[in-house]
Nanobody, 122 residues
Framework: QVQLVESGGGLVQAGGSLRLSCAAS????????MGWFRQAPGKSREFVAA????????YYAVSVKGRFTTSREDAKNTVDLQMNSLKPEDTAVYYC???????????????WGQGTQVTVSS
């Protein structure tokens, strides 16, 4: 079992930046790939970014590539999502996820955090 808690969401103007953090507890953090998903009102939850075991590889949705960066620090059991050049369409609840499988360039989540709201105003 893995427990995930996100922090760092909030309100930001278009073009601004936010950094989300996810703290993990429970089973060995380093044995999981970690990722971020988001869900906007009325839309399905979608993959945003992931980082593999030991941070060897990162994966991004086309919509955020070049603007978002994810990284992990296994010594602290944390994973971050740095979001730059934010757009109103980035507005969503962002969820941290952990899993043991990456299919193609997408994390298959097994555990979820509770989510944190990100709102980008125009």
């Amino acid at each position: 079992q893995v427990q995930l808690v996100e922090s760092g969401g909030g309100l930001v103007q278009a073009g601004g930046s936010l950094r989300l953090s996810c703290a993990a507890s429970g089973r060995a953090f380093s044995s999981y790939a970690m990722g971020w998903f988001r869900q906007a009102p009325g839309k399905s939850r979608e993959f945003v970014a992931a980082v593999s075991w030991a941070g060897g590889h990162t994966y991004y949705a086309v919509s955020v590539k070049g603007r978002f960066t994810t990284s992990r620090e296994d010594a602290k059991n944390t994973v971050d999502l740095q979001m730059n050049s934010l757009k109103p369409e980035d507005t969503a609840v962002y969820y941290c996820a952990a899993g043991t499988t990456i299919v193609g360039t997408t994390l298959v989540p097994e555990y979820w955090g509770q989510g944190t709201q990100v709102t980008v105003s125009s």
